[in-house]
Nanobody
Framework: QVQLVESGGGLVQAGGSLRLSCAAS????????MGWFRQAPGKEREFVAT????????SYADSLKGRFTISRDNANNTMYLQMNSLKPEDTAVYYC?????????????????WGQGTQITVSS
């Protein structure tokens, strides 16, 4: 069992930056692929970024490439999402997720554990 807790959300002006953290419990963090997803009001949850067990392989939603960076620190059981040049359309609840596999995935159905989410609001 893995418990995930996101932090770092908040209100930011357009063009600003935020870094989200996802702290994982348990001893097996390094064996899980991880991902970030988001859900805006009235919309379905969508893929943001994913990272494999070691951090050597990552993937991003096409619309976010160049602005968001996913990373992980296996020694501290933590995953991060650095978000730069934020836009009002990035406003959403952001969720971290863990997958019982070393391979990353862009599909939310492949993930076994989810955090409670953290709100990001980007003002124009």
């Amino acid at each position: 069992q893995v418990q995930l807790v996101e932090s770092g959300g908040g209100l930011v002006q357009a063009g600003g930056s935020l870094r989200l953290s996802c702290a994982a419990s348990g001893r097996s963090f390094s064996t899980y692929a991880m991902g970030w997803f988001r859900q805006a009001p009235g919309k379905e949850r969508e893929f943001v970024a994913t990272i494999n067990w070691s951090g050597a392989s990552t993937s991003y939603a096409d619309s976010l490439k160049g602005r968001f960076t996913i990373s992980r620190d296996n020694a501290n059981n933590t995953m991060y999402l650095q978000m730069n040049s934020l836009k009002p359309e990035d406003t959403a609840v952001y969720y971290c997720a863990a997958r019982r596999s070393i391979l990353r995935s862009t599909n939310s159905e492949d993930y076994n554990y989810w955090g409670q989410g953290t709100q990001i609001t980007v003002s124009s």
